[in-house]
């Protein structure tokens, strides 16, 4: 079965600094999906970003980018020029590409992350 | 477009009654999940729809959990007799099969007494 760890149950960074949160999976697939989800106090889930296995590429989102490392089952999150309004939970989380089936997601169980002014 | 919508937000009961969360997933979406975060465990798999089909209900913890898809646009989540130990926000989401990114509603939090 699928496993993600993430092994910083709290994180703290300044405004304006940038600040990386770790990941790390266990699959024996070669397909699959990882995402980032944002879980502020408002407790709504909302997604930040997703890669694909397949591409090599890191995926972007505006100040938001991973650093995928596919052979090390490593999916970081990082944050350039952190603001207030990101402090919250973020939890990684895991897809299945093996079964037409499946969109269910493995969740890690979460960093917390502080921004100070 | 709205979003997953669940009710209630917040719900507190006394150990023994039953509970019903209620979830109406965004139209068009033929995939809904519901998901229960705790502080212990995470956020935890209870059971997931296809097409108003339950495929996946292993992480129902017992069998006071049931969860019903009557049609697309309903789902609901109920627990008889409730426990202390089933405090938790339970979250419903949907997504349209094999896209791959679930929305979230804003959650249910169960406090039971």
């Known amino acids: 079965a699928q496993t993600v760890t993430q092994s910083q149950p709290e994180m703290s960074v300044q405004e304006a600094e940038t600040v990386t949160l770790s990941c790390t999976y266990d699959t024996s697939e070669s397909d699959y999906y990882l995402f980032w989800y944002k879980q502020p106090p408002s407790r709504q889930m909302i997604l930040v970003i997703r890669?694909?296995?397949?591409?090599?590429q890191n995926a972007t989102e505006n100040r938001f980018s991973v650093n995928f490392q596919k052979a090390a089952k490593s999916f970081s999150l990082k944050i350039s020029d952190s603001q207030l309004g990101d402090a919250a939970m973020y939890f990684c989380?895991?897809?299945?590409?093996?079964?037409?089936?499946?969109?269910?997601?493995?969740f890690g169980t979460g960093t917390r992350l502080q921004v100070f002014p | 477009d709205a979003g997953v919508i669940q009710s209630p937000r917040h719900e507190v009961t006394e150990m023994g009654q039953e509970v019903t969360l209620r979830c109406k997933p965004i139209?068009?979406?033929?995939?809904l999940f519901w998901y229960r975060q705790t502080m212990m465990r995470g956020l935890e798999l209870l059971i997931y729809f296809n097409n108003n089909v339950p495929i996946d209900d292993s992480g129902m913890p017992e069998d006071r959990f049931s969860a019903k898809m009557p049609n697309a646009s309903f789902s609901t989540l109920k627990i008889q007799p409730s426990e202390p130990r089933d405090s938790a926000v339970y979250f419903c989401a949907s997504s349209k099969l094999r896209t791959g990114e679930l929305f979230f509603g804003e959650g249910s939090r169960l406090t039971v007494l």
């Open positions: 989380a895991y897809r299945s590409e093996g079964s037409y089936n499946t969109d269910k997601l493995i």
């Open positions: 890669q694909e296995a397949y591409k090599q």
């Open positions: 139209s068009g979406h033929n995939s």
